[in-house]
């Protein structure tokens, strides 16, 4: 097996996230997604699914706002610091942590108003099974949500050349998605300001789809 398939062999299994939240202690800043605070703010809140809820900061963010939250992730030690998280923010009883891989076990179909997935990169076939799984579970009239890591950004500072399969645009999503049963609202690039490891101004770009089931 090559280096390269040895790496997206191991990457976006448990043991790797594992070892990459315990290294440190935290991995994120702390703050909700930009994207999803763009997009969720105005809508009424209902059922939300966290998808990869990470250390919880989206999480908290629905909760906060009204939205009764599952919060999905395949690494415990994430989760643990989710749940301290929602509950320093008082927030806990709105939120249920659940540790499970999607790929194994699919969310239950037609459930959630909302359905957010933020930086899910996997390799191209898987990727297109779990959103489609994603797809499933949003209630009729509910909102997907999935951003990603632009594949312009493989050429930029953002040091992201390690794996391109994983890349994804909005475009590449919405294709997916049945017209007559999805309205898709965006399906863009979309650039922020951040700053990298090196502490360097840069500019990211995220892969942005928006859509309403009918």
Known sequence: ?????????????????????????SVWSGRPNPQLVAEVTDLAPGRALDVGSGEGADAVW?????????AVDISTTALSRAAA?????????RIEF????????????EAYDLVSAQFMHL??????????????????????????HHPSDLWGLAHRMHMPDAMYTAQEVAADLEPAHWEVL??????RLATNQNGEDITLHDAVLVARRR
């Open 1 to 25: 097996m090559s280096a390269y398939r040895q790496l997206v062999a191991t990457t976006f299994e448990e043991p790797a996230w594992e070892e990459r939240y315990q290294s440190r202690p």
């Open 62 to 70: 629905l909760a906060e706002r009204g939205w009764q939250v599952t």
């Open 85 to 93: 998280h929602a509950e320093a923010a008082g927030v806990g009883d």
């Open 98 to 109: 659940t540790h499970v891989d999607l790929r194994d076990k699919p969310p239950t179909e």
């Open 123 to 148: 390799p191209p076939a898987e990727r297109r099974e779990l959103f489609g799984r994603l797809a499933a579970a949003v209630a009729p009239g509910g909102v997907l949500l999935i951003v990603g």
């Open 186 to 191: 965006a399906a863009e690039e979309r650039s």
